[in-house]
């Protein structure tokens, strides 16, 4: 059996990569090490931003708002988190592109941030829990 995980858009795939060392080219792989490797940064912060308790929190909490905006009493208070981690929390994700300021300064998941959030946390969650499920592959 060979496992591969698509991006898929309107039926279209418009990325696909196989799960499995073996199934992969060593040029090709070669390749996408070396452009990961330019990447590294983005994915640092990234990962920094979501890699705390508190933020992942913050993030779900946005997403079960209607307009995904929340202000910063919202956060300390539904969360019940002390200002100083809803504070630090903020500058993570705002700083790791997940989080925008607004104009009536309550904060809203960015577009971009949106995906990524959905990407790292929900789909990944998913995606380990099928891999674990899965015996052999």
Request: charged letters at 35%; aromatic letters at 10%; one cysteine or more.
């Amino acid at each position: 059996m060979k496992l591969r995980l698509l991006l898929v858009k309107d039926n279209e795939v418009l990325y696909e990569m196989p799960l499995s060392m073996k199934d992969w080219s060593r040029k090709r792989l070669d390749d996408e090490l070396r452009s990961f490797e330019e990447e590294f940064d983005k994915f640092t912060v990234l990962f920094d931003a979501l890699s705390h308790s508190s933020r992942l929190r913050m993030m779900k909490r946005l997403f079960e708002d209607d307009d995904l905006m929340l202000s910063f009493a919202d956060f300390t208070r539904d969360l019940r988190l002390n200002p100083k981690t809803v504070w630090e929390g903020t500058v993570k994700l705002r700083k790791g592109g997940l989080l925008e300021k607004s104009e009536n300064g309550k904060y809203r998941c960015s577009k971009l941030g949106q995906a990524e959030f959905l990407m790292v946390s929900l789909a990944l969650r998913r995606m380990l829990q099928a891999l674990e499920e899965l015996k052999e592959w």
